[in-house]
Nanobody
Framework: QVQLVESGGGYVQAGGSLRLSCAAS????????MGWFRQAPGKERDFVAA????????AYADAVKGRFTISRDNAKNTVYLQMNSLKPENTAVYYC?????????????????WGQGTQVTVSS
């Protein structure tokens, strides 16, 4: 069973950047498809980005395409989310998730492992 720990969240002004990291332990990280989701207060958890085990395939929510980049380093058991040109509406708790599914999924229900989340706050 894999454990996930996110870091890198914080407070940033609109237009700024943050890089989130998610460190995995307890499992074969390189076998998992990894995803990032976010949840704003009073809203559902939404898909942000996902990456296949080999980094050969990625997927992004339309709202973040061109601004966010997901990547992974299987040697370090870590997945990253580089977030540029941040907007106030990007404020949320960001969660890292893992799934055994080889196909990239945008559905939170298909991810079996989750981190505790890291807060990202973007001021206007």
């Amino acid at each position: 069973q894999v454990q996930l720990v996110e870091s890198g969240g914080g407070y940033v002004q609109a237009g700024g950047s943050l890089r989130l990291s998610c460190a995995a332990s307890g499992g074969t990280f390189s076998r998992y498809t990894m995803g990032w989701f976010r949840q704003a207060p009073g809203k559902e958890r939404d898909f942000v980005a996902a990456i296949s085990w080999s980094s050969g395939r990625t997927a992004y929510a339309d709202a973040v395409k061109g601004r966010f980049t997901i990547s992974r380093d299987n040697a370090k058991n870590t997945v990253y989310l580089q977030m540029n040109s941040l907007k106030p509406e990007n404020t949320a708790v960001y969660y890292c998730a893992a799934t055994w599914r080889t196909a990239i999924s945008t559905l939170a229900s298909e991810y079996g492992y989750w981190g505790q989340g890291t807060q990202v706050t973007v001021s206007s």
